[in-house]
């Protein structure tokens, strides 16, 4: 996703990837601020998703880590897991 932003700006694509990570990072701090993930099949409420200029980030909530599952833009087709 960064390459394909970066091709029209660098900076813009930058931007985008510093609010994702930035938002990433602070998860740990507050693993269940965002809402639990509609897409995923039989969730039981470890797995939560946010979205951050047209990025979806799904993200698993374990007892010792906190795992990215899947990033994707907005405008593509949902994607059940």
Do not use: W
């Not at 932003?5 to 510093?18: F, H, M, R, W």
Request: charged share 25%.
């Amino acid at each position: 996703m960064y390459q394909y932003i970066a091709n029209d700006s660098i900076g813009q694509a930058d931007k985008v990837l510093t609010a994702i990570e930035g938002m990433v990072d602070k998860l740990p701090a507050q693993p269940t601020k965002h809402a639990p993930d509609k897409y995923r099949k039989n969730n039981d409420s470890t797995y939560r998703a946010f979205t951050k200029y047209h990025c979806r980030v799904a993200y698993r909530i374990l007892k010792s880590e906190i795992r990215i599952v899947q990033v994707r833009h907005t405008s593509r087709k949902p994607h059940y897991y």
